[in-house]
């Protein structure tokens, strides 16, 4: 059976469950300006009422939540949030082509610290005397 989610169904909690994140991290995406933060819906005159979110509120979190675990920071999702309304794709790229930069040097990081590592292991595994070389690697100012 195909469920059909009603515009303006969800409310915070509901919106937080479907994009798999805490209530809070919705607060604080809207005031960052990432979620649009909708009209308290109400029985008139009796003020509070609820704020009710739909299934473009799902594709934005889950968007914010895509991009992020691609390394992108909340400024760049915001800028391409924004590019998405213009369809600045030669933008985009070139965001696109600055996070790959920056994952390539992270990449290289890591590769340098996973050899120096692997290098480390084996002359703790060749050698019994003296203080672990591992240990004496990270002791060291």
Do not use: N
């Amino acid at each position: 059976m195909v469920q059909h989610h009603d515009v303006q169904a969800l409310t915070i909690s509901g919106l937080a469950r479907r994009g798999d994140v805490g209530v809070e991290t919705v607060r604080y995406y809207q005031r960052r300006g990432l979620l649009q933060t909708p009209e308290r819906c109400g029985v008139a005159g009796l003020g509070g009422g609820i704020r009710r979110y739909g299934d473009e509120d799902v594709r934005r979190l889950r968007f914010i939540r895509a991009a992020q675990a691609a390394g992108f920071t909340l400024e760049q999702i915001g800028e391409l949030m924004a590019l998405d309304a213009t369809d600045d794709r030669a933008r985009a790229r070139e965001l696109a082509r600055e996070r790959i930069a920056a994952l390539d040097t992270r990449i290289d990081e890591l590769e340098k610290a996973r050899a120096s590592l692997k290098r480390l292991a084996s002359e703790c595994a060749s050698s019994s005397a003296g203080p672990c070389p591992i240990l004496t690697s990270f002791d060291t100012p």
